[in-house]
């Protein structure tokens, strides 16, 4: 079982900055690879960023590109999500979420998530 909580939502507008942080307890954190998802109201949950245990490889959804990053810190057992440029439709509950699949995109079961941070970007 992996417990998995995120932080670092908030009120912004467009043009700033979030991080966004996801601590892992549990089972041995590199045994997964990480993913952050989001869910705007009325909208289905999508995919936003992936990276691998080791931290070399990523994944983002092609609305994200340039502008968030996904990162890891694997001796504090947290994976990150530096959000900059925001903008209106980055509007969401985030989630982060962990898989064994060893590509973290939004093709691979998630076994375990999140409970969700809000992020909230005016105009």
């Known amino acids: 079982q992996v417990q998995l909580v995120e932080s670092g939502g908030g009120l912004v507008q467009a043009g700033d900055s979030l991080r966004l942080s996801c601590a892992a307890s549990g089972r041995t954190f590199t045994n997964y690879n990480m993913g952050w998802f989001r869910q705007a109201p009325g909208k289905e949950r999508e995919f936003v960023a992936g990276?691998?245990?080791?931290?070399?490889?990523?994944y983002y959804a092609d609305s994200v590109k340039g502008r968030f990053t996904i990162s890891r810190d694997n001796a504090k057992n947290t994976v990150y999500l530096q959000m900059n440029s925001l903008k209106p439709e980055d509007t969401a509950v985030y989630y982060c979420?962990?898989?064994?699949?060893?590509?973290?995109?939004?093709?691979?079961?998630?076994?375990?998530w999140g409970q969700g941070t809000q992020v909230t970007v005016s105009s």
């Open positions: 990276i691998r245990w080791t931290g070399r490889s990523t």
């Open positions: 979420a962990a898989t064994y699949s060893t590509i973290p995109t939004d093709q691979a079961p998630y076994d375990y």
